[in-house]
């Protein structure tokens, strides 16, 4: 296990960490709003601790080996005595900790800051990167048919879409939102600040996007599936009406994001294929400066978050079989506006995979 390895590395006993995030549903495949901790020893220990009301739930889906709830070591006696949960709280890991014969505990960066300082009053701790944040880069099966299932749910949604759009032009930005978010949660997909944007708005890659749609319209869609957690990215400019200068910028981009997938395989650095895309994009006359061109990285991780390893972008990362990224060059000029490409791919030995096959150019006119 890595974070037995890690632990041997660090030449520490336990890796400890806390409910609240993705992290920690990955590592023990178990999901709750309760405040829980996880304790990963050098030794194999693998335990869970949480309340009582979970614990039956938990013995059922969770994978780890050991779990005990905080009553049933003590939690009501400890809250008498002390007059705090948390210093309770505290106190039964300090005593599991000690049980293992703990000097050495490391503890992610995101643990709470409390529990930590009560810590370091015994142990020797270290903060850490959460291990499981690089272990979930790499998707196992059952993650990638997960993945899948959200791009077809998401593809079908915007095929509807798309069929609006080219049947009622004067559609705004907030109803094509509506549309769009509304479709997709009858697929039990949850879309949140779903990118619509238009006209000289579009310049902005986050803005959300208002008003009256004019000559093209960008839409960014990354939905998460309500029961699985796995989330989805996909990214298309539709033109509305001609415009000549929209219309070469989303050209350029296309052919950006082609040269970058047929880089794609087992072993390539992902600044490469940055890098592929700069110098495609310059070679179609668009530079980027002052805070204009192509202004984002590349691509990126997505699994149970929409944001997660690996970054392609300026810094050297090795891509490996496995791993789930966007696809997305994008132009952004403050006088002309912003368009953007986007599509979610997996890695292969020999090539890749790409999970939202969809027409790249998109026009509800003949250009």
Known sequence: MAVIELLKEKNADFFLMHSGNVNFSYATKFKSSATMFYLIGIDGTDLLL??????????????????????????????????SPRKAIAEILVERLKEGRAKKVLIPNEFPAFLALELQKIFEVETIENPFYKLRA?????????????????LKVFHKFYKRIKSNKKITCDLARRFLEKELFSYGLIAEDTICSTGKLSADPHELGKGKIEDHLLVDVFPRNLRTGYCADFTRTILIRENSEIEEMLKAVIEAQKKAISMLKDGVNGKDVHNAVKDCLKSHGYETRGGEGFIHSTGHGVGLEVHEEPRLSDVDVELKSGMVVTIEPGLYYRKIGGVRVEDLVVIKKDGCEILTPFESFLAVYNP
């Open 50 to 83: 949480l309340p009582e009301m979970e614990l039956g739930r938990a013995l059922r889906e969770s994978r780890v080996k050991e779990i005990a709830s905080f009553e049933k070591l003590g939690y009501e006696k400890k809250l008498k005595e002390l007059g």
């Open 138 to 154: 790499i998707k196992r099966a059952e993650e990638l048919e997960k993945i899948k299932q959200n791009c077809s749910f998401l």
